[in-house]
């Protein structure tokens, strides 16, 4: 009788173990609902995209309401609470990056007119982490926390490269440190990316520099792109513990063998 009494104990355990989880992962549903640009979303939209029934998601709403990770607008409409920024902030300086790359992603922008980012991986993506902007009114325009597939782009190379290190396809990328992309997320832009190192010689992750794909046609353009990220990334390697003289190997070498051709002729050759 014990052991039957055990057994019923342990099953009741483990159903309201799995009904909490199928409750919190229809949550998560909801709030992942919202895409980037998303500022509110009504309860019928919010219950197609999330294949729920609309009572169920309305339940659901007062309780992500009440921990501040959804607002109700006066229109009835739904928009994402202060919760989800509130733990983004503490992601971030969960990296332990920001005061060494911010200034360097200020100063890039400034010099060179385009936009400066930085990188991290999160399973087959990468995520934008830090972002600064230029004035200009042509530009590429990326979200802190804006998420892309990590098999395109130059940051998501960099990423790749220095975290599946036994892939031999990334081994140019390890030797040079850098890497340029011309037009694989988009067909009109095009970016630059080296990678930043902690004090044990790890990956922290990507700073890139993008615009749009004519003004990086020109090889001088694309050089002088290179050199001011491997400068930056030298700076804020050793500002986090670790050590430049691999950054500069790649300096000289860049100087001594320059990229010779623009956007459009390395776009329909040879990825690099």
């Known amino acids: 009788m014990a052991k039957d009494a055990s057994q019923k104990d342990l099953s009741a355990d483990i159903n309201a173990a799995s009904s909490g989880v199928a409750v919190l992962d229809r949550a998560f549903a909801i709030l992942n609902a919202f895409g980037p640009t998303d500022d509110r979303l009504t309860l019928t939209e919010l219950s197609r995209r999330t294949d729920l029934y609309k009572s169920t998601v309305l339940r659901l709403l007062g309780a992500l309401e009440h921990g501040g990770f959804i607002r109700k ?41 385009e936009t400066a980012s930085f990188y991290v991986r999160q399973g ?102 290179l050199a001011s990220l491997l400068d930056s990334a030298r700076r804020a390697t050793v500002a986090l513990g670790g050590k430049g003289l691999r950054y500069d190997a790649s300096i000289a070498s860049l100087a001594q063998t320059p990229v010779t051709t623009g956007a459009s002729e390395i776009a329909r050759g040879t990825a690099v």
């Open 73 to 113: 607008l006066s229109d009835g409409q739904y928009a994402i609470g202060h919760q989800p920024l509130r733990l983004a902030t503490l992601y971030q300086r969960s990296f332990q990056v920001g005061p060494a790359v911010e200034p360097l992603l200020q100063q890039l922008s400034a010099e060179l007119g």
């Open 124 to 225: 087959d993506h990468r995520l934008v982490l830090y972002r600064v902007e230029p004035s200009r009114s042509v530009r590429v325009s990326i979200r802190v926390g804006e998420e892309f597939a990590i098999d395109k782009g130059a940051s998501g190379k960099v990423l790749m490269a220095f975290t599946e290190t036994q892939d031999p396809r990334w081994q140019e990328i390890r030797d040079r440190l850098w890497a340029l992309s011309f037009g694989e997320r988009d067909p009109e832009t095009a970016s630059a990316s080296v990678p930043v190192f902690d004090s044990f010689g790890e990956l922290q992750g990507a700073l890139t520099l993008s615009g749009p794909k004519g003004r990086f046609d020109v090889p001088a353009v694309i050089n002088a792109a």
